[in-house]
């Protein structure tokens, strides 16, 4: 392993100031963005608070069992155990918010490899560029946007494995690679594409054996380990893949009858199109033009596929894995594209570069795709009474105790053994928490205000004493537990 590649973290602090300050203002703003998103009640239970709660019972060496999730170990939902990697945060600091700042440092510490990278293809001044693009591309905006995901360990782990098979530090890559089996079940499949891409750069044996590793664990995590921990005797929950088959086996099936199904797919419709060109579009479509465009085709295919429109929006983080491989790709596409005849004719050379050009048209997109519309009113940066009382609720809530919440409300309350969320999937009366607390003014998605009224109703008839009303605020008390006064 050479110098270049232990040292590069020293190589970035000594050497390129601009880069890491432009990494720490990219910490701090959005990670101020996401905590005061959070704080005004616009995180959701589905996911911050089920992976908030996973994380809680890692911190306390337990499994990691989410109750708005009905499991008893959250292995049985997604194949994520790189997010035990989150729980000395909670030793530290146990608040839901590190998580959040935690996921913005992940995606600033991929600025690193995708620099010196993009340094080696297109030039300093250039590569800055990129990085500044990087920093503000709507797949980052709308990934931190969306609460907190474990697909975020897979950017710099991804950046990371790019620049070391480019630097020819095989060790690093392959760790880098092999790491990537225990971020998400899927991203096995971007194992085996890595395994491809390496046999392309010669290394076959190396190649052939991550190739092989991929498809393993991607069978063992589909078809054994999350059925397992998910208890549905080998079905696997989260295929949504109607238009291929029910289930892996016969997607491959139908697949291996009809090779050009998932072309047919893919294009279908105009939405996901449009997708495809909000992808490739900001990067002048040279992205497409480098070997890395390889590694994009299970990522692709995996949102382009999928029955579930949120898949293809832009405001969900189903793009975040794609990010490195984009940027990293336009880097590599543009040494190539280079290298032609065009550019040795004069005036070529008037034409803004393409990093420069790039940069301008994510810019650009900010006016129109930005994922923090309303930062720039008042009203995001102060607290509302509704927002202040809050406090008061938390602190009426045992952390032993159970509690029935809003979605909206639950991320606030998750550190705790029991906690259900009010939504279409929970009967009221079907549930007995020792607290349940609501607020007419914060979003009760996906229930009606008129549910989360009957619901409120229907506990007071049982027996709940209501202890706590104001601001808007309710809290109501289980008639089996006397662990709190009422105020």
């Known amino acids: 392993m050479s110098s270049v590649n232990n040292n590069c973290f020293r190589v970035v602090w000594q050497k390129e100031k601009p880069l890491v300050g432009l990494m720490l203002f990219m910490t701090i703003l959005y990670s101020v963005f996401s905590i005061f998103n959070h704080l005004h009640f ?30 008893a170990n959250c292995l049985g939902d997604h194949f994520s155990p790189i997010l035990a990697l989150c729980a000395p ?79 020819e530090q095989w060790i690093s890559a ?50 054994i380990w999350i059925p397992h921990f998910h208890g549905t005797e080998g079905q696997y929950p989260h295929w949504l893949y109607a238009e291929l088959g029910v289930q892996p086996a016969e997607a491959v099936k139908a697949v291996l009858k009809n090779p050009f199904l998932p072309i047919l797919v893919m294009f279908s419709n105009w939405i996901k199109i449009g997708a495809l060109l909000r992808l490739f579009g900001p990067f002048l479509f040279l992205c497409l033009y480098s070997s890395l465009a390889l590694l994009m085709i299970p990522l692709i295919m995996a949102k382009e596929l999928n029955s579930n429109p949120h898949m293809w929006e832009m405001a969900t983080q189903y793009s975040a894995t794609l990010c490195p491989i984009l940027f990293m790709a336009a880097a590599d596409g543009i040494a190539r594209w280079r290298k032609k005849p065009l550019f040795k004719i004069s005036f070529s ?55 029935e919440t809003q979605t909206s409300i639950a991320p606030h309350l998750t550190h705790r053994k029991v906690i259900y969320s009010l939504d279409d999937t929970t009967r009221c009366d079907a549930i007995v928490p020792d607290f349940v607390v609501a607020c007419r003014d914060i979003n009760c998605y996906p229930v009606s205000y008129q549910d989360m009224e009957n619901c409120m109703t229907e506990k007071e008839r049982k027996g709940y004493r209501k202890i706590f009303e104001s601001n808007g605020w309710i809290v109501l008390k289980s008639p089996n537990n006397s662990s709190v006064s009422s105020k």
């Open 89 to 167: 945060l909670f030793w530290v600091y146990p608040h839901v918010e590190i998580l959040l700042a935690a996921q913005v440092v992940l995606i600033a510490l991929s600025l690193i490899p995708i620099f010196l990278f993009a340094e080696r293809k297109v030039g300093r001044s250039q590569a800055y560029a990129l990085a500044v693009a990087y920093s503000v591309f709507w797949g980052i905006q709308s990934t931190i946007r969306s609460d907190f995901h474990p697909d975020v360990f897979a950017l710099p782990i991804i950046a990371f494995a790019i620049y070391f098979i480019d630097r």
């Open 349 to 403: 050379k008037k034409i803004p570069t393409a990093p420069v050009l790039i940069l301008i048209i994510n810019l650009i997109l900010i006016l129109f795709f930005a994922a923090w519309r309303g930062v720039e009113h008042a009203r995001f940066w102060t607290f509302t009474d509704r927002d202040r009382t809050a406090g008061q609720v938390y602190a009426l809530i045992p952390p032993d105790a159970s509690v």
């Open 42 to 71: 616009d995180s959701n239970a589905w996911d911050l608070g089920n992976f908030d709660q996973m994380v809680w019972h890692y911190s306390r060496l337990e499994a990691p069992a989410c109750t708005q999730l009905g499991l």
């Open 174 to 223: 392959s760790a880098s690679i092999f790491l990537l089996l225990f971020v998400k079940e899927d991203l096995t499949l971007l194992v085996s594409f890595f395994g491809v891409y390496l046999a392309i750069h010669k290394k076959l044996k190396l190649g052939v054996l991550f190739f092989l590793m991929g498809i393993v664990f991607f069978y063992q995590e589909v078809v």
